[in-house]
Nanobody, 122 residues
Framework: QVQLVESGGGLVQTGGSLRLSCVASGRTFSSYDMAWFRQTPWKEREFVAAINWHGSFGYYSDSVKGRFTISRDNAKNTVYLEMTSLKPEDTAVYYC???????????????WGRGTQVTVSS
């Protein structure tokens, strides 16, 4: 069982930056692929970015590629999402997710946090 707690959300102006963090419980964090998703009330949950269990490979949605960076620190049981050049359409609740590490970053992701709100004002 993995428990995930996100933090770092907030209100930022267009063009600004935020860094989200997700801390995982348990001793086997380094065995898990990690991902960020986002959701708004008017859209289905959307994949944002993922990183493999040893941090050597990251994958991004086209909508955030070049602006967001996913990283992890296995010593701190933490995955990060560095968000730059933020746009109003990035406004959403951002969720951290985990699955046991495999050769693919495709889902399904079995463990989810409760989310952190990111609001980008125009």
């Amino acid at each position: 069982q993995v428990q995930l707690v996100e933090s770092g959300g907030g209100l930022v102006q267009t063009g600004g930056s935020l860094r989200l963090s997700c801390v995982a419980s348990g001793r086997t964090f380094s065995s898990y692929d990690m991902a960020w998703f986002r959701q708004t009330p008017w859209k289905e949950r959307e994949f944002v970015a993922a990183i493999n269990w040893h941090g050597s490979f990251g994958y991004y949605s086209d909508s955030v590629k070049g602006r967001f960076t996913i990283s992890r620190d296995n010593a701190k049981n933490t995955v990060y999402l560095e968000m730059t050049s933020l746009k109003p359409e990035d406004t959403a609740v951002y969720y951290c997710a985990a699955k046991y590490g495999t050769n693919s970053l495709d889902g399904p992701y079995a463990y989810w946090g409760r989310g952190t709100q990111v609001t980008v004002s125009s």
